[in-house]
């Protein structure tokens, strides 16, 4: 059983507590989904469950938390996590080994159970999480999403009775996320596992993980706290003031500018691990172009090559011109702004209001217009009074924020962003997708790394569907409809398809 009694939380520096007079209880073997806006409190919520509050991570707390009897200030988070097992929003803060099998193995081994007892752990939990093919992979080499499915894995073979999931779908392409989601639902059913799961995707969650209980947490406090059954979700559309592009455009008209030249990128990982094949596409000024496909696909691997970070061969990628090159990195950086798929990955400074000044430190403006930028771009983001701030002590959602805000503040004149929306609520997705699109009408060219298919069609002038590797399909508005989007993205890989682009105009 979980106890919350009067819990409150405030962070250093943190003008308003995380958490305020939150009291509640769950009992053993419920399925709790717990929603709410970004930055509301869920996460901190998260944290008090295992103990990393207050012992991990500094924060004033007040009030008792009670898991299955043990007062979390009591006990340390290695006894705590023999009970109640956490997956983070990032994968990365929770992964350790080398290898997925290695890291799948690292908590039973410090359990210290046996040699064939922590593989029998290892491939079931594989199994569960559909990761049994990429055993023997690097880590650091994974997509985002098994990224995340390794950590579930992890988690789940230490066979916690608690298991709370930190938008454990956030990196998860529509297949991965309704797959994740019935494991999930699954635990609960055939183990009797008491899940705290909290996710945006509402919809996602009623149809493959149907909840006991829904709970909303918003500035800090339980907003509502109703059985499932009397819960009613509105289905929300995306609404895009996007002026679509002439149908013209893309077929090479004379008189617009291209400003992203890639051709016949191919790439294999040290592993051995083929991430790209004969990948070529251009992009215009001005275009939002939307690269969507299933997890492991290529898309990010594609992304980094076109700002440099994955050196691609000589003059085989162009942006405004310039050959990507390492001898062209700080002119490239003038021109590419680039936000990760994870924005911890990119955020280095020890306040939210240093972190957007620090592309505009060399570039000569004056203070007080560095402090209206600043206060601009954070208030584009909704983060405005976030300034003194420490970054880390944000959300996942917030500090994906913070990050775009910092390429906001720079104005570059291509923006590749790697799930730009990761976290978001949907308020706060609509609002950040509408200063991108602003960005784009004033001539931003944007690429954008997503996985909602909706959004994209919502957003973009043309869509790129990538499939192992390979650009299987484009589409340029107007798209065909979402559920015939959604069969392209997700049928199986036919050898004709990936041989051949498809293009319907």
Known sequence: MIEFREVSVRYPSADKPSLLHVSLTIPDGEIVHVRGPSGGGKSTFCLCLNGIIPHLI????????????????????????????LVFQNPENQLFAMTVEEDVAFGPENLGLSRNHIIH??????????????????????????????A?????????????????????????????????????????K???????????????????????????????????????????????????????????????????????????????TQALHDVSLQVFKGEFVSIIGENGCGKSTFLMHLNGLINPPNNAVKICGIPVSKKNAKKITKVVGY???????????????????????????????????????????????????????????????????????????VLLLDEPTTGQDYDRLCSLMECLSVLNRQGTTILMVTHDILLASSFSDRIIIMKKGRIAYEFSSPFPAHTALCTFAC???????????FLLK
């Open 58 to 85: 500094h924060a004033d707390i007040t009030g008792d938390v009670i898991i299955n009897g043990m007062n979390v200030r009591d006990y340390e988070v290695s006894i705590l996590s023999q009970t109640v097992g």
């Open 121 to 150: 752990r290892v491939e079931d939990a594989l199994q569960v999480t559909g990761m049994t093919d990429c055993k023997y992979r690097q880590v650091f080499n994974l997509s985002g999403g098994q990224k995340q499915r390794t």
């Open 491 to 501: 049928e199986s890989d036919r050898e004709e398809n990936l041989n051949q682009p």
């Open 194 to 272: 008491t899940i705290i799961l909290i996710e945006h995707k509402s919809e996602d969650v009623s149809l493959y993980c149907p909840p006991d209980r829904i709970i909303t947490i918003s500035e800090g406090k339980i907003i509502t706290d109703t059985p499932a059954s009397d819960y009613f979700f509105t289905e929300k559309r995306f609404v895009s003031t996007k002026k679509k592009s002439s149908p013209d455009l893309f077929h090479g008209v004379s008189d617009n500018k291209i400003v992203v030249e890639a051709e016949g990128i191919s790439y294999a990982y040290p592993d051995g």
């Open 152 to 192: 579930i894995s992890g988690i789940y073979a230490m066979n916690p009775d608690i298991l709370v999931f930190d938008e454990p779908t956030a990196d998860l392409d529509p297949k991965g996320t309704s797959e994740v989601l019935k494991t999930i639902y699954e635990l609960n059913r055939r183990d009797g």
């Open 339 to 413: 936000l990760f798929q994870n924005p911890d990955n990119q955020i280095c400074m020890n306040t939210v209001s240093r972190e957007i000044a620090v592309g505009l430190t060399s570039s000569g403006i004056s203070p007080l217009e560095l402090s209206d930028i600043v206060s601009g771009a954070l208030k584009t983001v909704d983060l405005d009074g976030y300034q003194d701030r420490d970054p880390n002590t944000l959300s996942r959602g917030e500090r994906q924020r913070l990050a775009v805000a910092s390429l906001i503040a720079i104005k570059p004149e």
